[in-house]
């Protein structure tokens, strides 16, 4: 089961964020709440979790690009026991 | 808030009880042969003799004041006279433990300490080094003085009668004074002896030798003493101090080098009286003072209660407190238990005690208890002593007349010099940076430079279209830059704060920063705002360069004293001796209501000696951090929170990549008019271009915008120029009106620029009411439209453009309200 990562509610004024680094490359398996990304914003940088226990099957906002709030940032493929949990 | 610290609740919140270990409480039992056999005969008589010193001088100076004459000389003494007659032990004891490079800061009855740690390193300091001292002191002018009045081939002995001279003709208020007389009575000091600033301020003294402690551990070497009165225990600051001196961090997350608490000494001379409260059984809780060490660390900050009245008692202590703060086991707490038998100041009946009272501590006087000791002893005889005596009173004798004599020592002549007192208010330095500052990984290291490079240097894309503060650097960054490259080729830089590590600030503008930053040179610090800012002060007077930060603009009331009393005042007190390179950012807030959103400029630019800075774009808060960072000038460096993630909209470069700096007092033209000169602080900037663009765009006006930037120092020039050519002025803020600089600035340019004007200088600055919460800010901060409603309606009144606004007040009405 495909799993979105989105780029989060980083403040209530806060209407885009950076993508600042990858700690994972694509086909990677990830574990839920695993910091996989760090993104920025203007005032400070947040680690930014795994939603899911799987394997990082495609990212789609590279590193420093700008993606607004809520924008799709990756896609985690869910292994099926942690999908049906 | 580091990760590394686990608050873990399994240990939290285990059932134990909190083992307090004792306190000694005269613990002092030294046979004085012992000590004979440490010291021998000579020191231990210069001790007595040293007290009688102190006993004589302040005797002279209570006669000045009392009888308005000593010893057949007369003068009348107009200055403060506090006086420590009967606790001259403290003071002699305690500076006999020290080593002349060890720096004692006081109170505002510190005599006694000046002349015991002066007369201490004197006997500690080679001969050369001596001579050095006296002939740096002013040019050596206090010295010649001396040679053509009084004999002698000794260079000790010179250097006392140079010590006596230079503080007399201090609190004298002498120009020959060691502080050129600035300083007086309550602030006398002389550095190279190690005796640095006595405070006039209670406990002011606790947080600012904590700072000098820092400095010390950083880049010096021995410790600092706190010479503080029980009084100063019911002071916030000294209680921060005391926390700030020995917190975790210290030993938990400090690198090797520097690990271990500050080697600062809290010496409290205990004297019984806060004034006429009496501090224990009345106006303290505590029962002997030294309880209070308990309260800040597991070794009680190694406190203990000491006999006061004993000059050895007190070295004894100061010598084993000094050994554990140079172990880096700091800090440390002495409670010298003294009395004194005068007053707290001259016009002190002392209506508060009884006469028995004075008269049983005067049974076990010091002075008189000593002498009795070094006889029993064998030391001393009473013929020696008489002897001791007369040659103390003859040396205060001839000091007093050469002190009074105007020849010798002559007034300030403020007719012949105006200016004598302003020119000590700045010292306009620049400083050379040597480089080499200390980094635990390359600058081109940190995720913030690298961000950063790939930022636009300007705020609008080719196309015009203004970029997000994620595209393009912002006021944030720009701060960043300079701050960055000071570190680099500034080793003295250290920077603090509440959240300044991890965080990077609360509004992260150090962020990155502790990537290549060791603890020691940024750190966060605890919610003491008065130990923070009074702390980074010492760390400045020795010679450092600090910056620190208050989170809010608003918490500039827990720091009062230490901004409006230290910062701003110890360059000029100094008589030009020292130097206060200290820069304190204040972030101006919004949103969180009354006390989280003022605009307090007008505070800190009504206390003269501080200099005041409020950028609002990226190109000026870059180009004045650097200088605010260069110079040796204390300056308060504002930021607006609303505009920290602004980027550069007015030059068509954009923000530097390199390194450039803005002279500290220039106004800037942010966009060219011929009808009417708009000049804002802060931002306010943003909407008078909107007003202008209005303006411009449906009446046909040319607003010429001028940013002040900086507020003390300011350059009225291009302010005047621009007058002349448009007659008409509106000054706006975001600062509450009364009191704020925006009158000053309207006061100065109605005086200065009356010609030149075709309608009243108008002020729009914010009610003088609270800032109301966030959805109501927009009727409170000065808007486009009340801009506009003033310069079409009063300043040129043919516009008449119907109000938009509600600002158009009677505010002659508003006044009679207190509104």
């Given at each position: 089961?495909?799993?979105?990562?989105?780029?989060?509610?980083?403040?209530?004024?806060?209407?885009?964020?950076?993508?600042?680094?990858?700690?994972?490359?694509?086909?990677?398996?990830?574990?839920?709440?695993?910091?996989?990304?760090?993104?920025?914003?203007?005032?400070?940088?947040?680690?930014?979790?795994?939603?899911?226990?799987?394997?990082?099957?495609?990212?789609?906002?590279?590193?420093?690009?700008?993606?607004?709030?809520?924008?799709?940032?990756?896609?985690?493929?869910?292994?099926?026991?942690d999908?049906?949990? | 808030?580091?990760?590394?610290?686990?608050?873990?609740?399994?240990?939290?919140?285990?059932?134990?009880?909190?083992?307090?270990?004792?306190?000694?409480?005269?613990?002092?039992?030294?046979?004085?042969?012992?000590e004979?056999?440490?010291?021998?005969?000579?020191?231990?008589?210069?001790?007595?003799?040293?007290?009688?010193?102190?006993?004589?001088?302040?005797?002279?100076?209570?006669?000045?004041?009392?009888q308005?004459?000593?010893?057949?000389?007369?003068?009348?003494y107009?200055?403060?006279?506090?006086?420590?007659?009967?606790?001259?032990?403290?003071?002699?004891?305690?500076?006999?433990?020290?080593?002349?490079?060890?720096?004692?800061?006081?109170?505002?009855r510190?005599?006694?300490?000046?002349?015991?740690?002066?007369?201490?390193?004197?006997?500690?300091l080679?001969?050369?080094?001596?001579?050095?001292?006296?002939?740096?002191?002013?040019?050596?002018?206090?010295?010649?003085?001396?040679?053509?009045?009084?004999?002698?081939?000794?260079?000790?002995?010179?250097?006392?009668?140079?010590?006596?001279?230079?503080?007399?003709?201090?609190?004298?208020?002498?120009?020959?004074?060691?502080?050129?007389?600035?300083?007086?009575?309550?602030?006398?000091?002389?550095?190279?002896l190690?005796?640095?600033?006595?405070?006039?301020?209670?406990?002011?003294?606790?947080?600012?030798?904590t700072?000098?402690?820092?400095?010390?551990?950083?880049?010096?070497?021995?410790?600092?003493?706190?010479?503080?009165?029980?009084?100063?225990?019911?002071?916030?600051?000294?209680?921060?101090?005391?926390?700030?001196?020995?917190?975790?961090?210290?030993?938990n997350?400090?690198?090797?080098?520097?690990?271990?608490?500050?080697?600062?000494?809290?010496?409290?001379?205990?004297?019984?009286?806060?004034?006429?409260?009496?501090?224990?059984?009345?106006?303290?809780?505590?029962?002997?003072?030294?309880?209070?060490?308990?309260?800040?660390?597991?070794?009680?900050?190694?406190?203990?209660?000491?006999?006061?009245?004993?000059?050895?008692?007190?070295?004894?202590?100061?010598?084993?407190?000094?050994?554990?703060?140079?172990?880096?086991?700091?800090?440390?707490?002495?409670?010298?238990?003294?009395?004194?038998?005068?007053?707290?100041?001259?016009?002190?009946?002392?209506?508060?005690?009884?006469?028995?009272e004075?008269?049983?501590?005067?049974?076990?006087?010091?002075?008189?208890?000593?002498?009795?000791?070094?006889?029993?002893?064998g030391?001393?005889?009473?013929?020696?002593?008489?002897?001791?005596?007369?040659?103390?009173?003859?040396?205060?004798?001839?000091?007093?007349?050469?002190?009074?004599?105007?020849?010798?020592?002559?007034?300030?002549?403020?007719?012949?010099?105006?200016?004598?007192?302003?020119?000590?208010?700045?010292?306009?330095?620049?400083?050379?940076?040597?480089?080499?500052?200390?980094?635990?990984?390359p600058?081109?290291?940190?995720?913030?430079?690298?961000?950063?490079?790939?930022?636009?240097?300007?705020?609008?894309?080719?196309?015009?279209?203004?970029?997000?503060?994620?595209?393009?650097?912002?006021?944030?960054?720009?701060?960043?830059?300079?701050i960055?490259?000071?570190?680099?080729?500034?080793?003295?830089?250290?920077?603090?704060?509440?959240?300044?590590?991890?965080?990077?600030?609360?509004?992260?503008?150090?962020?990155g920063?502790?990537?290549?930053l060791?603890?020691?040179?940024?750190?966060?610090?605890?919610?003491?705002?008065?130990?923070?800012?009074?702390?980074?002060?010492?760390?400045?007077?020795?010679g450092?360069?600090?910056?620190?930060?208050?989170?809010?603009?608003?918490?500039?009331?827990?720091?009062?004293?230490?901004?409006?009393?230290?910062?701003?005042?110890?360059?000029?007190?100094?008589?030009?001796?020292?130097?206060?390179?200290?820069?304190?950012?204040?972030?101006?807030?919004?949103?969180?209501?009354?006390?989280?959103?003022?605009?307090?400029?007008?505070?800190?630019?009504?206390?003269?000696?501080?200099?005041?800075?409020?950028?609002?774009?990226?190109?000026?808060?870059?180009?004045?951090?650097?200088?605010?960072?260069?110079?040796?000038?204390?300056?308060?460096?504002?930021?607006?929170?609303?505009?920290?993630?602004?980027t550069?909209?007015?030059?068509?470069?954009?923000v530097?990549?390199d390194?450039y700096?803005?002279?500290?007092?220039?106004?800037?033209?942010?966009r060219?008019?011929?009808?009417?000169?708009?000049?804002?602080?802060?931002?306010?900037?943003?909407?008078?271009?909107?007003?202008?663009?209005?303006?411009?765009?449906?009446?046909?006006?040319?607003?010429?915008?001028?940013?002040a930037?900086?507020?003390?120092?300011?350059?009225?020039?291009?302010?005047?120029?621009?007058?002349?050519?448009t007659?008409?002025?509106?000054?706006?803020?975001?600062?509450?009106?009364?009191?704020?600089?925006?009158?000053?600035?309207?006061?100065?340019i109605?005086?200065f620029?009356?010609?030149?004007?075709?309608?009243?200088?108008?002020?729009?600055?914010?009610?003088?009411?609270?800032?109301?919460?966030?959805?109501?800010?927009s009727?409170?901060?000065?808007?486009?439209?009340?801009?506009?409603?003033?310069?079409?309606?009063?300043?040129i009144?043919?516009?008449?453009?119907?109000?938009?606004?509600?600002?158009?007040w009677?505010?002659?009405?508003?006044?009679?309200?207190?509104?």
């Amino acid at each position: 089961m495909d799993i979105e990562l989105v780029m989060p509610v980083l403040g209530v004024e806060i209407e885009e964020g950076q993508m600042r680094a990858w700690q994972k490359s694509e086909g990677d398996s990830v574990i839920q709440g695993e910091v996989i990304a760090v993104i920025s914003t203007p005032k400070l940088d947040m680690d930014l979790e795994s939603p899911a226990t799987g394997v990082l099957k495609t990212i789609i906002v590279d590193e420093d690009e700008i993606a607004a709030v809520g924008a799709v940032l990756a896609i985690i493929e869910a292994d099926e026991d942690d999908a049906t949990d | 808030m580091p990760k590394i610290l686990h608050v873990d609740p399994s240990l939290t919140r285990q059932k134990t009880v909190l083992a307090i270990k004792s306190i000694p409480i005269h613990a002092y039992d030294t046979p004085l042969a012992t000590e004979r056999a440490a010291l021998g005969d000579g020191r231990l008589r210069r001790m007595l003799r040293d007290m009688m010193i102190i006993r004589e001088f302040e005797t002279m100076l209570a006669g000045f004041k009392g009888q308005g004459a000593y010893a057949g000389i007369k003068h009348i003494y107009a200055g403060p006279a506090h006086l420590s007659i009967g606790q001259e032990a403290v003071a002699v004891g305690s500076a006999a433990a020290l080593d002349a490079g060890d720096h004692v800061f006081g109170s505002h009855r510190s005599h006694g300490e000046f002349i015991a740690k002066g007369l201490s390193a004197i006997q500690k300091l080679g001969g050369d080094a001596l001579s050095q001292i006296m002939e740096g002191q002013a040019g050596g002018q206090l010295l010649r003085t001396l040679e053509g009045r009084l004999g002698t081939n000794d260079i000790r002995q010179r250097a006392e009668q140079f010590l006596l001279f230079g503080l007399l003709t201090e609190i004298l208020m002498r120009s020959n004074g060691f502080n050129g007389g600035m300083g007086g009575s309550m602030h006398a000091f002389c550095p190279a002896l190690g005796i640095y600033p006595n405070n006039a301020i209670v406990g002011g003294s606790a947080a600012i030798a904590t700072g000098a402690a820092l400095y010390k551990k950083l880049h010096g070497q021995g410790i600092a003493v706190a010479n503080i009165g029980d009084g100063s225990t019911a002071c916030g600051p000294v209680m921060e101090a005391m926390n700030l001196a020995g917190m975790g961090q210290l030993t938990n997350l400090w690198d090797e080098a520097y690990q271990g608490g500050l080697p600062v000494l809290f010496l409290f001379h205990n004297n019984f009286y806060a004034m006429g409260g009496q501090t224990n059984g009345e106006t303290a809780s505590w029962d002997r003072l030294s309880r209070l060490g308990a309260g800040f660390n597991a070794d009680n900050m190694h406190a203990e209660t000491v006999d006061g009245t004993n000059p050895l008692a007190v070295m004894d202590s100061v010598r084993r407190k000094r050994d554990l703060l140079i172990a880096r086991r700091g800090p440390a707490l002495i409670d010298a238990e003294c009395y004194r038998y005068v007053g707290h100041s001259t016009t002190d009946a002392s209506a508060y005690r009884t006469k028995e009272e004075i008269e049983a501590w005067r049974s076990v006087d010091a002075i008189a208890g000593f002498a009795l000791s070094l006889k029993a002893e064998g030391i001393l005889d009473d013929e020696a002593e008489a002897e001791m005596l007369a040659g103390v009173k003859q040396t205060i004798q001839q000091i007093t007349a050469l002190s009074v004599d105007p020849e010798a020592s002559p007034p300030i002549d403020i007719k012949a010099d105006p200016f004598a007192v302003g020119r000590l208010m700045f010292s306009d330095e620049l400083a050379t940076l040597p480089g080499g500052g200390a980094l635990i990984a390359p600058a081109e290291t940190c995720s913030r430079v690298t961000q950063l490079a790939k930022r636009s240097r300007v705020g609008k894309s080719p196309e015009g279209k203004k970029l997000s503060a994620m595209a393009a650097i912002t006021i944030r960054d720009a701060l960043f830059e300079p701050i960055l490259h000071h570190f680099q080729h500034d080793p003295l830089l250290i920077a603090y704060g509440e959240e300044n590590r991890e965080w990077g600030g609360a509004f992260g503008v150090y962020r990155g920063l502790s990537e290549i930053l060791p603890y020691h040179r940024l750190f966060n610090a605890p919610i003491s705002e008065a130990a923070t800012i009074a702390s980074a002060v010492g760390y400045a007077l020795e010679g450092g360069r600090v910056i620190v930060e208050l989170m809010y603009t608003d918490f500039i009331g827990r720091a009062g004293d230490e901004i409006f009393n230290q910062m701003a005042k110890w360059q000029s007190m100094s008589g030009g001796v020292l130097r206060m390179p200290l820069v304190l950012r204040c972030s101006i807030g919004s949103k969180y209501g009354a006390q989280h959103s003022q605009d307090w400029t007008g505070l800190v630019t009504h206390i003269p000696g501080l200099k005041v800075v409020y950028p609002a774009t990226p190109y000026d808060a870059k180009g004045l951090m650097a200088s605010a960072l260069a110079g040796n000038d204390p300056v308060v460096f504002f930021e607006s929170q609303r505009l920290y993630d602004t980027t550069e909209l007015f030059q068509p470069e954009g923000v530097p990549t390199d390194y450039y700096r803005i002279p500290l007092g220039t106004p800037d033209i942010k966009r060219a008019g011929k009808d009417v000169t708009i000049l804002t602080i802060g931002p306010s900037l943003y909407k008078a271009i909107d007003a202008a663009e209005t303006l411009a765009t449906e009446h046909g006006i040319a607003a010429e915008i001028i940013d002040a930037r900086s507020l003390v120092p300011f350059d009225y020039d291009l302010v005047l120029t621009s007058l002349a050519k448009t007659g008409r002025l509106l000054l706006v803020s975001e600062a509450c009106e009364r009191g704020s600089f925006l009158m000053t600035l309207a006061a100065n340019i109605q005086r200065f620029g009356f010609k030149h004007l075709k309608a009243p200088v108008e002020v729009l600055g914010t009610p003088n009411w609270i800032v109301p919460g966030a959805d109501l800010e927009s009727s409170y901060f000065p808007q486009a439209h009340d801009i506009l409603d003033i310069v079409c309606n009063r300043l040129i009144p043919d516009l008449a453009r119907p109000a938009t606004g509600d600002r158009l007040w009677d505010n002659v009405a508003l006044a009679r309200q207190g509104l």
